[in-house]
């Protein structure tokens, strides 16, 4: 047999250097080249001058040609210039030593009569960013910052910005800073006006935590006349610059009412531009400016609502989304105005599926009395939609808008007609939308529940679904003669179901099936109450042993708790409280938006305005004893979920028998016999010897003795976002700061400082105008308990907005003493 062929050996690339010894030749190529000045001789430069930056792109090291790459920068080529600056930027970090060799040829090129030259060098020299070579940076850039040119001076600002981030010290003693604002004020060119603005609000951010005289001069930038004159300018600047101008006038506070009209008359013009940036910008300074005009901020609404529909329209589907989450923000605060405008937001084909699932948002919101017919006809056409989760929130929009009592009567017809639909996931969302509606219009059951009858319970795979419909069963039991049997069947399958959320349904169901029709339920309900107290989901365990203690006690107060007269619902809990709404509007024109979370509770990554006062270490959780409870195997994000996540997440969960240490009886009758002995294995430990407080005590002994806070205490920023999101404000209040702590507050950090002294501890804060501030500390004694704070700080009127937060919410009223004193004496002491 014929050896197989040898492969074909792959040809190197021509961008791929062989070994070192192509580095080799590259550089006596370079060697030879440098300082001639035959015919062709810059044309061989390009070329070897490609062939390295090629490496270098690819991530070859070639700064052994370094020097050789310096010696041919000597030439009035700008092509060679520009890439001979991209390489010695790239390895002058790397190689500091190296950059020394830079230096000669960077300065003499600052000084070329190419004015592009002289900002390419200087560009190249501040991005050096070698601490050792500060010293040679500030002739040139204050040089520069004179420049004849234009683009030079640009150049230059933006230097002074790297400089101070390798040395602030030596870029505040050249008085660079003066210099820039002399500079914004009285420069021709308006890309410059905006480098310079853009530089200085950047280095007096910085500086304004470390010196008083800093934040002086921030504040300066929003005194009347910049503000003035850069508005006045506004039409030279480009997209980013009259974005940096509007955010800036944003902060701005006008002195009175003239103030704000000339400003809105002056960015008038701007609601019409072709950025998006820039429109919303301006949206911005006119909403904020107009808060405290009522009758204004709504003709402000009507101006804004025509440049927003009409980016909504054209541009990408991107800038789409952002508008249209900002138009949702608007939509939320005033639906009616927008309310005739709601054709606007039909789903398009070529939408993609999130602008999609943010335009029937927007028609939920927008859908009144005059509109209902027409939005919720376009929504049921999106049902058989072949893009399921958008079918799916279009029936979910149909059921939040008959939750708003518009046209109830037609659009539950319309609901009722989705069940018969025959597609798995319309019959399951339609079943959880029915649910709801008869919770709060319980005069439509008899015509829902003869729908609902006609569905097997075979087809409804979905928990929630599922749940619904189990819960119908029980609900209106005495109106579906199959409804003992239907729980009968489902209660067999027991150890087939995975969702725990069902087989609590289950446990509810049964019960209420077994008052209104107990010869029909008896056998169904002892399984059911059986296969319960056998589930290692505890709270299915917990559920089922709680019901039989009922029946064991009293069946007419069992009846009493499970099965009460039922009162309709007449409101929904709202997903976002409008606290939160107020922070996001406040936010406006910011990511927070499209995220539709504040900037404290987004992503790590995005809390930008805040700064930690501290890294937080890992945190070391003691295990403690828990008996018999199963034990879960997690990580930390599963950690989060509740028990029933869990299960639907795919947790350790067994719903047999075997996989519970409780022995389970087999029927009702000798669930009654078998359970007592159990009741008592079951109950709660408790100590006979440790004495019973109630908080009402307890809240009396902080009180005497006084409450001690842990001086080390350390929590996490996302535990404490986790906490403040789900704990109930206990305490809101104003507080007033004296005026020394008022003047005391130009540096956040003192404050800090200050209640550190107290062992209240700080985790993020904001910027001045008003100061915010969130606190937390934890009691020194018992388990561990944290109080969470919330200080929004108002220099002009001296108060103090506190919220607290506690796990432990009757000590609240002793820590709020507690903090309360402490800010008193801010500045004071």
């Known amino acids: 047999m014929a050896p197989p062929p040898a492969p074909p050996q792959k040809s190197p690339s021509p961008s791929q250097p062989s070994g070192k010894s192509e580095v080799s030749d590259l550089k006596l190529q370079l060697r030879q080249l440098a300082g001639s000045r035959a015919p062709g001789a810059d044309d061989s430069k390009r070329d070897l001058f490609k062939r390295v930056i090629s490496y270098m792109t690819v991530g070859?090291?070639?700064?052994?040609?370094?020097?050789?790459?310096?010696?041919?920068?000597?030439?009035?080529?700008?092509?060679?210039?520009?890439?001979?600056?991209?390489?010695?930027?790239?390895?002058?970090?790397?190689?500091?030593?190296?950059?020394?060799?830079?230096?000669?040829?960077?300065?003499?090129?600052?000084?070329?009569?190419?004015?592009?030259?002289?900002?390419?060098?200087?560009?190249?020299?501040?991005?050096?960013?070698?601490?050792?070579?500060?010293?040679?940076?500030?002739?040139?850039?204050?040089?520069?910052?004179?420049?004849?040119?234009?683009?030079?001076?640009?150049?230059?600002?933006?230097?002074?910005?790297?400089?101070?981030?390798?040395s602030a010290a030596t870029c505040l003693d050249s008085d660079f800073p003066a210099v820039l604002k002399s500079l914004m004020l009285t420069d021709p060119d308006a890309q410059v006006v905006a480098n310079c603005l853009f530089v200085l609000q950047e280095i007096w951010n910085l500086e304004a935590n470390k010196s008083e005289e800093a934040a002086r001069e921030r504040e300066t930038l929003l005194s009347k006349k910049i503000v003035y004159y850069l508005l006045n300018r506004i039409k030279e600047f480009n997209e980013w610059a009259q974005c940096l101008v509007l955010e800036l006038v944003a902060k701005y506070i006008p002195s009175d009412t003239d103030d704000i009209f000339d400003i809105m008359n002056l960015l008038e013009d701007r609601l019409q531009h072709a950025n998006g940036a820039v429109v919303l910008a301006t949206i911005k300074v006119f909403l904020h400016l107009t808060m405290s005009m009522t009758d204004v901020h709504q003709q402000v609404y009507e101006r804004i609502k025509a440049p927003l529909l009409t980016l909504v329209g054209s541009g990408s589907s991107e800038q789409s989304y952002a508008v249209l989450s900002h138009l949702h923000l608007l939509v939320m605060r005033a639906p009616m105005l927008f309310s005739s405008d709601y054709k606007h937001f039909y789903c398009q084909f070529s939408d993609p599926s999130y602008v999609k699932k943010l335009k029937l948002e927007m028609l939920t919101a927008i859908a009144n009395e005059s509109n209902t017919y027409e939005i919720v006809t376009e929504l049921c056409e999106y049902a058989g939609n072949v893009d399921v989760p958008i079918a799916r929130e279009?029936?979910?929009?149909?059921?939040?808008?008959?939750?708003?009592?518009?046209?109830?009567?037609?659009?539950?017809?319309?609901?009722?007609?989705?069940?018969?639909?025959?597609?798995?996931?319309?019959?399951?969302?339609?079943?959880?939308?029915?649910?709801?509606?008869?919770?709060?219009?319980?005069?439509?059951?008899?015509?829902?529940?003869?729908?609902?009858?006609?569905?097997?319970?075979?087809?409804?795979?979905?928990?929630?679904?599922?749940?619904?419909?189990?819960?119908?069963?029980?609900?209106?039991?005495?109106?579906?003669?199959?409804?003992?049997?239907?729980?009968?069947?489902?209660?067999?399958?027991?150890?087939?179901?995975?969702?725990?959320?069902v087989r609590l349904h289950l446990l509810t169901a049964a019960m209420k099936c077994f008052f209104k029709r107990p010869p029909e339920t008896q056998k169904a309900l002892g399984a059911a109450l059986a296969a319960g107290l056998a589930d290692s989901h505890q709270d299915v365990h917990d559920r089922a042993l709680f019901y039989h203690?009922?029946?064991?006690?009293?069946?007419?107060?069992?009846?009493?708790?499970?099965?009460?007269?039922?009162?309709?619902?007449?409101?929904?809990?709202?997903?976002?409280?409008?606290?939160?709404?107020?922070?996001?509007?406040?936010?406006?024109?910011?990511?927070?938006?499209?995220?539709?979370?504040?900037?404290?509770?987004?992503?790590?990554?995005?809390?930008?305005?805040?700064?930690?006062?501290?890294?937080?270490?890992?945190?070391?959780?003691?295990?403690?004893?828990?008996?018999?409870?199963?034990?879960?195997?997690?990580?930390?994000?599963?950690?989060?979920?509740?028990?029933?996540?869990?299960?639907?997440?795919?947790?350790?969960?067994?719903?047999?028998?075997?996989?519970?240490?409780?022995?389970?009886?087999?029927?009702?009758?000798?669930?009654?016999?078998?359970?007592?002995?159990?009741?008592?294995?079951?109950t709660a430990i408790s100590d006979p010897g440790m004495p019973k407080y109630t908080s009402q005590m307890t809240l009396a002994i902080d009180d005497l003795l006084g409450l001690s806070l842990n001086p080390k205490a350390a929590l996490d920023p996302g535990t404490f976002q986790r906490k403040w999101g789900q704990l109930a404000v206990s305490i809101s209040q104003d507080c007033s700061v004296s005026p020394q702590g008022v003047a005391a507050l130009t540096t956040p950090q003192a404050l800090i400082r200050h209640m550190q002294t107290s062992s209240i501890q700080c985790i993020a804060r904001g910027q001045s105008p008003n100061f915010k501030f969130f606190f937390f500390a934890q009691k020194l004694d018992g388990p561990p308990s944290f109080f969470l704070v919330e200080c929004l700080v108002n220099t002009s009127s001296a108060k103090a907005q506190v919220k607290i937060k506690a796990d432990d919410a009757t000590a609240s009223e002793v820590f709020f003493g507690l903090f309360q004193s402490a800010l008193s004496k801010f500045g004071v002491l």
Request: with cysteine; aromatic share 8%.
């Open 394 to 501: 279009s029936i979910r929009a149909v059921g939040k808008i008959a939750l708003q009592q518009y046209d109830v009567n037609a659009i539950v017809d319309r609901l009722l007609q989705f069940l018969e639909m025959e597609k798995d996931y319309v019959t399951a969302e339609t079943l959880v939308l029915v649910k709801d509606l008869l919770r709060k219009y319980p005069q439509w059951s008899h015509d829902c529940i003869a729908v609902v009858g006609n569905i097997s319970s075979k087809n409804v795979q979905e928990p929630k679904a599922k749940a619904a419909l189990i819960w119908m069963l029980g609900e209106y039991s005495q109106d579906m003669p199959d409804a003992p049997y239907i729980l009968e069947s489902l209660i067999e399958n027991w150890d087939e179901e995975n969702a725990a959320e």
């Open 60 to 166: 070859i090291d070639v700064s052994a040609a370094f020097s050789e790459m310096v010696m041919c920068s000597a030439t009035s080529d700008i092509v060679l210039k520009k890439m001979c600056y991209l390489y010695v930027g790239n390895y002058a970090r790397c190689h500091p030593d190296l950059a020394l060799l830079t230096i000669n040829f960077l300065q003499k090129d600052c000084h070329d009569e190419d004015p592009m030259i002289r900002g390419l060098a200087l560009r190249s020299l501040c991005s050096l960013r070698v601490p050792n070579l500060v010293e040679y940076l500030v002739a040139p850039l204050g040089a520069g910052l004179k420049d004849g040119s234009s683009y030079v001076r640009m150049v230059a600002a933006v230097g002074v910005l790297k400089l101070h981030h390798i």
């Open 549 to 682: 203690r009922l029946l064991q006690y009293d069946v007419s107060v069992a009846e009493h708790v499970v099965n009460p007269p039922k009162q309709a619902v007449s409101v929904f809990a709202d997903t976002q409280s409008s606290e939160i709404k107020d922070r996001i509007f406040d936010e406006f024109n910011s990511l927070s938006v499209v995220y539709q979370k504040p900037y404290m509770f987004t992503d790590k990554e995005h809390r930008e305005p805040f700064e930690f006062s501290e890294e937080i270490g890992n945190l070391s959780l003691g295990q403690e004893s828990v008996g018999n409870a199963p034990r879960y195997d997690e990580s930390d994000k599963d950690l989060l979920l509740s028990t029933s996540e869990r299960e639907e997440n795919g947790g350790p969960s067994t719903n047999g028998p075997a996989a519970s240490g409780y022995s389970a009886p087999t029927d009702y009758n000798s669930s009654l016999v078998s359970l007592s002995s159990q009741t008592q294995s079951e």
